[in-house]
């Protein structure tokens, strides 16, 4: 970004969509219109669009085509995958298994079908973040229909382990799938499905510098899934509505460019991450860095640190004011009171946790920007600390 | 369209943005990428611009904003509109009524709720396309949950006497909720919801020169209505899941231009509707128009003509390599063989029913390209009738 305009430390978010990306979107709000569903040759290119763009996403995920079904975002994604696999399954069983710290679209998905009498256990994690794969095994069941743990925690950046939790469950039983939420893996994790031995996986386009209103969801393909929105033959009968042509193609054009570039683009935000992160704990005083302390246990674009007697929004109300957009808690969650329950879980404790600033890197985030946030943030929680009403001891 | 370029008369299936909706978007993928959760100047003004957005789709409606529930299509208002009324009014009832004319994406929703134990009631209609009243007060009973009419039909365009159906069924219990899918309607008919008397209205922008991936749900401040996509404080806790602010804001842009301009509007489209059949119905011999034969007792936009003798299919490929593109049956369902439920509630006979053209007309369209399609049209069945299989007897 220019001098001047602010910084951006909101990217697990969302990120700015990348020019490339838009113009490869650009004809379709300019010309090609068509829906996918005619007969004449406007819509059989809308068709072949969308399964160019099908094609190349299930190349990335080492799947095929036909396993994934595109959605208006994560959100969905993740809402399709939890209760199209619960309701595929009712009569198998009605035992899910999550984590407690999964994104709320996640754990909101499992709540709802609590109500409707699925029973949920929602593993532990330890200190670092990491889920409690013990207590997975405690979990399994006979009635077990899905297993759904992220693959990276959105808030603090822990790295699950993922092909240990496939291991275990496939060790119990081969017809319990596994769910990952891999929304803010997107662009910075690989993705390949038989790799992760995950069975359905989501994703969403605006984490990763593509459009918003546009996700993904893989679903193996023995997986049975009940549609959740009907109404149309679109994807296989899987999601029906109008495609969203552009934003398809935007998708797949966002994921070519981060995988095409994925090395770099670790590296870059490994390197500012280490920086900020070292920056800020030398220069800010009882400052925790919370989830794993090893970068290579951790997402190189997410991490959440907690600065002690001072409140998490008054600290981002007056980042806001010197220029830096970041965010405290769950963004998703900032109505709520409670700071955030991937803390809570992590054991963090509650007035350590009140001062949460969680830190996104992007692409475009430059060293002279890291500078900069490294004179403003240590000066904002300062000040903070100095008119605090919850001060030390 | 420059002549040359294909004439489009499948505006009934989609429309082309409007560069003045484009542009209102565009600020929104080259610099205003926030999402309107955070905490930081570019959130906030996110949320303003969604807001706004809101509010002036509320003036038209004439509602309160709180009462819009953006979605990402008309199809997924409709599924949240159904299920969402049938889910949160479980213990009132297990009735909902209908009728046998709808968009897919409601009587699969319908029949998606049966599945689950709920009874719909699919009322019939007269040859005209006409919603049964007699049988809507026959079907409603003390367990009715939800009456579900179109404001018009999106095949042969027939009006739905709608304030009549909101008639009935208050007269009955004012606690039954009547929900008309306004997605045809949207451009061209009065949405004010008090003038209509109904509780809950879905829209879709791409029908209305707005874009893909966006629509709308109108639901009055007292129906209790189950979320249906959860995780997240969006919309007011009734649709989770990361605003696509671009195309709320398209989509008010989209809706602002056509009721503007309403009364210019209708009338082009019906004079060149008008042109259009009578041209067709005077050039081919055994022609139907199917639904009412009086315009003002039908959408300005859509109408279905029945070619006795062909087969629908055959036209429009053969349409397409003349230069036309049109639909032929229910576009989203043009995998199925059935050519169309809406014909057949009618009681159109199959053998004629297989022949049908359905005609969307659009702003853009022209004299020439009407002038045109006179041309082309009649050859193309003549052509058809020669070779056909289904040949007179």
């Keep these: 970004m220019p001098d001047g305009s602010p910084i951006f430390l909101d990217h697990s978010t969302t990120t700015p969509l990348a020019p490339a990306v838009f113009a490869a979107m650009r004809p379709y709000y300019e010309e090609r219109f068509a829906v996918a569903s005619g007969q004449y040759a ?3 290119q809308a068709r072949k669009d969308i399964e160019a763009a099908r094609e190349q996403l299930a190349g990335l995920l080492g799947c095929r085509p036909a396993e994934l079904i595109f959605t208006s975002g994560g959100t969905e994604a993740a809402n399709l995958a939890i209760r199209g696999v619960a309701e595929a399954s009712r009569r198998r069983g009605d035992h899910i ?10 754990l909101d998905t499992c709540q709802a079908l609590e109500r409707q009498g699925y029973r949920v256990t929602y593993l532990p994690v330890d200190a670092a973040g990491r889920v409690d794969l013990d207590a997975l095994d405690h979990a399994l069941d006979a009635r077990t229909i899905l297993v759904a743990v992220m693959l990276a925690n959105n808030e603090v950046g822990t790295l699950q382990p993922i092909a240990e939790v496939v291991r275990r469950v496939k060790a119990r039983s081969r017809a319990i799938p596994v769910y990952t939420d891999a929304a803010i893996a997107g662009g910075v994790l690989d993705l390949h499905v038989d790799r992760l031995g995950v069975d359905l996986l989501s994703l969403s386009a605006h984490k990763v510098y593509g459009p918003r209103g546009v996700g993904l969801l893989y679903a193996r393909r023995l997986v049975q899934l009940t549609p959740q929105i009907v109404g149309g033959n679109q994807e296989r009968g899987r999601r029906a509505g109008t495609e969203y042509v552009a934003g398809i193609v935007g998708m797949a054009k966002a994921f070519e460019l981060a995988y095409q570039d994925l090395d770099a683009r670790r590296a870059h935000l490994q390197r500012l991450m280490q920086r900020l992160l070292d920056g800020l704990l030398e220069r800010v005083p ?3 860095l919370v989830g794993p302390q090893a970068m290579e246990e951790r997402l190189p674009h997410v991490a959440t640190l907690c600065f002690r007697y001072i409140d998490g929004e008054a600290m981002v109300l007056n980042l806001d004011v010197q220029g830096i957009a970041a965010a405290s808690g769950s963004a998703c969650a900032s109505a709520t009171f409670d700071p955030s329950h991937v803390l809570r879980a ?22 002279d920007e890291i500078d900069r946030a490294l004179e403003i943030i240590p000066r904002v929680v300062q000040r903070l600390r100095e008119i605090s009403p919850l001060g030390r001891a």
């Excluded at 298994?97 to 996640?106: L, P, S």
């Excluded at 992590?346 to 060293?367: F, Q, S, W, Y």
């Design 97 to 106: 298994i999550t984590t407690q710290i999964e994104h709320r679209c996640v």
């Design 346 to 367: 992590m054991g963090v404790p509650k007035e350590l946790a009140h001062g949460n600033l969680r830190l996104g890197l992007g692409i475009d985030n430059t060293d």
């Design 286 to 288: 009882e400052t925790v």
């Design 42 to 44: 406007a819509a059989r």
